[in-house]
């Protein structure tokens, strides 16, 4: 695998992770809450981790084969996206959260978020259509192997992008409490409306 190769496809990835979307609004959401933000993260990264290995094995071509399964995985990403984004709007997360709460909430955080990215269909998608263009058949290295190292630079990307998101959100907003509560419903708004985009496109 060229060098030039792994650059191409980290260009590709992180234009992917800079554009906005459920894992941005619950990376900032995390951000307003006192030390959820590495447990958010690292549960973003997991889906994103999972995914990888996934299509690498070649999870991914099977289910894209099976009628019906990618669908259906898209309507599950959205309901989980829903309830996540409806949650939000009525009890948005502020800054202020006392050390014991976040202790007792640090794994909800995490496995709320391998839900976000993990259910998310437009991972594999990307995964799907992308890496199998930078495979190199011909390569010393197997096939399922260069996605692997692929997939891990699109998960470095991720955690570079929403560390980077979720530290500006606590920085700029913590002190102002007001803003993070606006901010944190315009983030359950964001899942709401991608969640219904999900389902919209699943219909037509």
């Known amino acids: 695998m060229e060098v030039s190769t792994v650059a191409a496809f980290w260009a590709i990835s992180m234009l992917f992770v800079i ?18 933000a590495t447990p958010a993260v690292g549960g973003l990264l997991t889906g994103h981790l999972v995914a990888t290995i996934a299509v690498s094995a070649g999870a991914g071509v099977l289910i894209s084969s099976i009628p019906h399964a990618m669908a259906t995985l898209t ?12 949650g939000m ?12 709460q976040v202790q007792t909430t640090s794994a909800s955080w995490a496995l709320k978020g391998f ?5 998310n269909p437009k991972v594999f998608l990307l995964f799907l259509a992308v890496l ?13 192997v260069q996605m692997a190292v692929l997939g891990l630079v699109h998960v470095f990307n991720c955690a570079v992008a929403y560390t980077l998101v979720a530290a500006f959100a606590n920085a700029v907003l913590r002190s102002r409490p007001e803003a993070a509560r606006v901010v944190s419903r315009l983030s359950g708004a964001a899942m709401v409306g991608i969640a219904v985009l999900l389902t919209f496109e699943q219909m037509h």
């Open 19 to 36: 554009t906005p979307g459920a894992d941005w609004a619950y990376a900032i959401t995390a951000g307003l809450s006192n030390r959820a």
């Open 75 to 86: 309507i599950a990403g959205a309901a989980y996206l829903l309830w996540l984004g409806i």
């Open 89 to 100: 709007l009525r009890h948005p997360p502020v800054p202020g959260t006392g050390n014991a």
């Open 115 to 119: 839900g976000v990215s993990g259910l």
């Open 132 to 144: 199998p263009q930078f495979s190199e058949p011909s390569a010393v290295l197997p096939v399922s």
